[in-house]
């Protein structure tokens, strides 16, 4: 952050390329004091903002206003040392220097929830993240020093070890859930998991420097400390891409959304654009101010928004209502009763849950049920009109058709 402050308008500016055609939407967060956005969450209808040196910023009226939620967060001199924040069905999550919180009443306060982890100014919870009704909390630093990837499935109480068969100098920048399998991308390479985080093992010629990973049951894409790859057999080889001039940073993410994929390059060229699986990039930040243009930290995905956060202000785009993904009847569960008065069902317990969203004939989204949770679910009709609806889950930018329902 410090460099970026000591740069003039001038140098930013120039510092910049040509900018493609983006729909960015600032927030302007920063009116009521948010600033160095380090990590952006949804929950129960809010939007939350972990902030430097703030702590956590929450939203109920989409962005129109801003009112901190730090109650029990530790606080150092009116300064909050918070890195980043997350949750799951339950409960919110904020990772701080001093370890671990949860809250349960969307901010209102926090408690303890670090178990054994460690937390100090150098390993810290860095990225939260849902797979299979497991939280995973990706710790900053080396695995020998208290780095690594651990797990919780009873919301905190407590964290077990979830990099076992990762090797002790790795440094775990980022994690992806693709067609059921978990991937890691780490400071030594790219490593798979087919239990959900039990276990872990090297996906042989990947053994690089990978900073984020994303892709399909058929394409991975990652950024790398050779540049932006894709390969098209499990990461048995890659191809380099185009279009991504700027060395990648290890701030550097990936995400797949709205069948395109983003990129935060951690540097000049701001946020990147794919939209043919990886293979060549183009710039995508109209509408960041100068200063945000090169200072992204993390994307959100959320319903038919993708979120970034940057050093001033949050800003998101618009998805479209095409971008539905076929896994394959066998991959998925299916809605029932498919004609329905007052609600119909999903058994989501395969997927870990997700937002569920339902689509008319038009491909609008009518509703959007978020954080649906791994297990049985009810969604209730409230007061849709009668018609035919797409029913579709977002899980990871990733959008499935679960089946079509008819509310009679």
Known sequence: MSFLRSLSTATLLSALPLLSVGQWQPYQANTFGVQAVRSITTHDG???????????????????????????????????FIESVGSNATHLFAGTQSGVYRSANGGSSWTLANGTLTANANVYVNKFFNFGGVTFAVMSGMISSGGGVYRTTN???????????????????????????????????????????????????????????????????????????????????????????AA????????????????????????????????????????????????????????????????????????????????????????????FTDGFQIDLSTLGGGDVLLLDASGRIVATHTSMPGQLVRIERKGLAPGNYRVVIERNGRRSLLGTVIAD
């Open 248 to 339: 990648p940073l290890a701030k550097s993410q990936l995400i797949l959304y709205d069948s395109k994929y983003f990129a935060i390059t951690g540097g000049s060229q701001g946020v990147l654009q794919s939209t043919n699986q990886g293979a060549t990039w183009t710039a995508f930040n109209t509408g960041f101010t100068v200063n945000d243009a090169i200072s992204q930290e993390e994307f959100h995905a959320s319903g038919n928004k993708l979120y970034v956060g940057a050093l001033f202000d949050i800003y998101s785009i618009n998805g479209t209502t095409t971008a539905i993904e076929d896994e394959g009847d066998a991959a998925l569960p299916h809605p029932y009763p498919t004609v």
């Open 46 to 80: 809010g939007i939350y903002l972990a902030s430097f040196p703030g702590g956590v910023y929450k939203s109920t009226d989409d962005g129109a206003s801003w009112t901190t939620v730090n109650t029990g967060l530790p606080n150092t001199s009116g300064i909050i």
């Open 155 to 245: 919301n905190g109480d407590s964290w077990t070890v979830s990099h076992l068969g990762m090797s002790s100098n790795m440094v775990v920048y980022h994690l992806a859930s693709i067609n059921n399998i978990l991937y890691a991308a780490t400071s030594t390479g790219l490593v798979r998991s087919t239990d959900n985080g039990l276990n872990w093992t090297a996906v042989p010629n990947s053994n690089f420097t990978m900073y984020s990973i994303q892709g399909t049951p058929t394409r991975l894409v990652c950024i790398s400390d050779g540049g932006y790859k894709y390969s098209t057999n499990g990461g048995n080889s890659w191809q380099n891409a185009t279009g991504a001039v």
